[in-house]
């Protein structure tokens, strides 16, 4: 690889290369001056002739991209800076082989109607060739509220699936090898809730919970930082994750307890630097959580995973993922002290940007999903899922979903893609950018633990008006033409979309209703209420031995206490979060 290259002592003292500070190999300095001579010679009389298309070439997060990137333009030390696949920082991936052991996990996020109508798609696309499942909980579901309350009116089943009781996991895995495939659950607020549900369900087919395998998003700070479908104010939030990482950690071995996601922070408007940073420190505040609650950060950061956005720029999504894995190495190692190189990885799950989805011309979302996935594969995902190119209209149709497995599908197997490791390791450009990002988000991090951490920067609105002012100046940007969306602000036609859409039927809600109360009417109102005392003696309680949330609310649902059942004691022990206005 021909790139400048520092040895770690050069780079500990800030020498150039060449040993004595300040001096530039012969060969670097060679580069500098023919790059200066090309701009101001052969450069310089094109423009003359012809004009560049525009007068600034920036990423989509509005860093500077030059027109050429040299070796005279890098300082990379390789072993210390990129190393080999599989060894720390991990910059070029977390697996020796990667993809040519084996290839990322297809997971195609999925939910609607009723438990047995997601069952049948569940079927269906492990039959197309997935390999793992990603469930979609309606909004009510995703706020803590049974189906028959007043607030799910005209919600239920709509953008996901309805999961009300242990009744509903079950119908939803009807089926389904609990113990050989694993499961993804995008939910944060109720997430206890609906991991119990899943490990009383494989506790009840007798499954053995460290056979079962999965994540659970759980993310609850990135809820008041980006999506605000949160059920508690951040510190008891804290603390219910908390529990959940403690209890699984134990209990259920190969369960990611957290995905720290960063996907919803770049959906609600970050740059991909501002997204980096924000989920790492997240990701930091949950472990500086379990080590004050006395873990070993070794017993628990090893099922801690991620999961990051890829949007359209191509080269800046790809170093994003390389850059953190970097960073989370090095925090892991030196901020906390981690001695298990397992604890160093970064493992992370990838979804295409549904942000950048667009109603208009809607089969050029095909293309755009394409090149994102495309970027997280040659970025090091682990697991990834494929937008559908109907999702601004609905929820996909079957053809839509299959053809976005389809994408991943090709690229593995046709492109040739995951034959090597980090094909894009070594370009200036990739390197150079991927420097960039991790500055940019190390200077948050800095910025963050100024300011006494990230839920005090939560609270204080730091994170939150970032990402509104980068949504705001992106907009701008396309409201202008300065930032070009095909067939939106460029490339535009008058002609109407005709795309098959997926449509819910309004049974749904009845069906689901009648479900929950006659459950209710069932059960035995004696067990009901000791467990939910039970319950909310953990929460007023502190210690952590005998007042594990997860333990208590794993003992309520099997005595059938619904999900809003739960999630209104949560409510009312802890209290309502209320979003202030930050200006």
């Not at 003359?48 to 027109?67: G, H, I, N, W, Y």
């Not at 901020?335 to 493992?347: A, C, E, N, Q, Y």
């Not at 100024?450 to 990402?467: M, S």
Request: proline share 5%; glycine share 8%; charged share 25%.
């Amino acid at each position: 690889m021909t790139m400048e290259t520092l040895t770690s002592a050069q780079a500990s003292t800030g020498e150039e290369p060449g040993g004595v500070q300040g001096e530039v190999p012969a060969d670097v300095a060679a580069i500098r001056e023919a790059r200066a001579r090309w701009e101001a010679g052969t450069v310089a009389k094109v423009v003359a002739k012809s004009p560049l298309r525009q007068p600034r070439f920036t990423t989509l997060s509005d860093v500077e991209v030059p027109d050429v990137v040299t070796p005279g333009d890098l300082r990379v030390d390789y072993l210390r800076d990129l190393n080999l696949p599989g060894e720390f920082p991990y910059t070029r991936g977390i697996q020796p082989t990667m993809y040519r052991g084996r290839l990322w996990t297809m997971r195609q996020f999925a939910g609607f109607g009723t438990p047995e109508q997601t069952n049948a798609r569940y079927h269906y696309l492990l039959a197309q060739g997935q390999a793992g499942l990603s469930v979609a909980f309606d909004f009510p579901t995703l706020m803590g509220y049974d189906s028959d309350s007043p607030r799910s009116l005209g919600e239920v089943g709509m953008c996901g699936v309805a999961v009300d009781t242990l009744r509903d996991m079950e119908v939803l895995f009807d089926g389904i090898p609990l113990e050989k495939i694993t499961t993804s659950m995008t939910i944060n607020g109720p997430a206890i809730v609906m991991l119990c549900f899943y490990v009383a369900l494989a506790d009840k087919r007798g499954i053995s919970r460290s056979k079962i395998g999965g994540t659970v998003q759980n993310d609850c700070l990135k809820e008041f930082i980006a999506q605000h479908a949160w059920l508690v104010p951040p510190r008891p939030a804290m603390r219910v994750v908390t529990d959940m990482i403690e209890f699984c950690s134990r209990e259920v071995p190969r369960w990611n307890s957290v995905s720290i996601s960063g996907y919803h922070i770049r959906e609600a408007g970050s740059t991909a630097a501002q997204e980096l940073a924000f989920t790492l420190a997240d990701g930091l505040a949950y472990v500086e959580s379990c080590i004050q609650r006395g873990l070993d950060v070794d017993s628990f950061a090893p099922r801690l995973s991620f999961f990051f956005d890829v949007h359209n720029d191509f080269f800046e999504e790809i170093a994003k993922f390389r850059a953190a894995r970097r960073i989370w190495a090095k925090l892991m190692r030196e901020r906390f002290g981690s001695k298990s190189p397992r604890s160093w990885l970064l493992r992370t799950h990838a979804q295409t940007a549904g942000v950048s989805l667009m109603a208009q011309q809607p089969l050029n979302n095909v293309v755009r999903t394409t090149i994102q996935a495309l970027a997280a594969v040659l970025g090091g995902t682990q697991s990834l899922h494929t937008n559908s190119y109907d999702e601004t209209y609905a929820l996909p149709t079957e053809d839509a979903a299959t053809l976005a497995l389809r994408t991943q599908q090709i690229i593995a197997e046709e492109s040739g893609i995951p034959a090597v490791a980090d094909p894009l390791g070594g370009s200036y450009f990739v390197e150079k950018l991927t420097d960039e990002m991790e500055e940019r988000a190390m200077a948050y991090i800095r910025k963050i633990d100024d300011l006494g951490g990230i839920v005090r920067a939560v609270e204080d609105g730091y994170p939150q008006r970032e990402i509104a002012n980068s949504a705001y100046q992106f907009q701008r940007a396309v409201d202008s033409g300065e930032r070009v969306i095909v067939g939106v602000n460029r490339y535009a036609s008058n002609e109407g979309s005709r795309i098959p859409t997926l449509k819910i039927d309004s049974q749904v809600e009845k069906t689901q209703i009648a479900r929950v109360l006659d459950l209710r009417g069932r059960r035995d109102p004696d067990v009901v209420q000791h467990t939910i005392t039970t319950l909310r003696r953990a929460c007023r309680g502190n210690d952590p031995v005998h007042d594990n949330i997860m333990v208590a609310v794993l003992h309520a649902v099997r005595a059938h206490v619904t999900l809003g059942e739960v999630c209104n004691v949560f409510r009312e022990e802890f209290g309502e979060h209320r979003d202030p206005a930050f200006l």
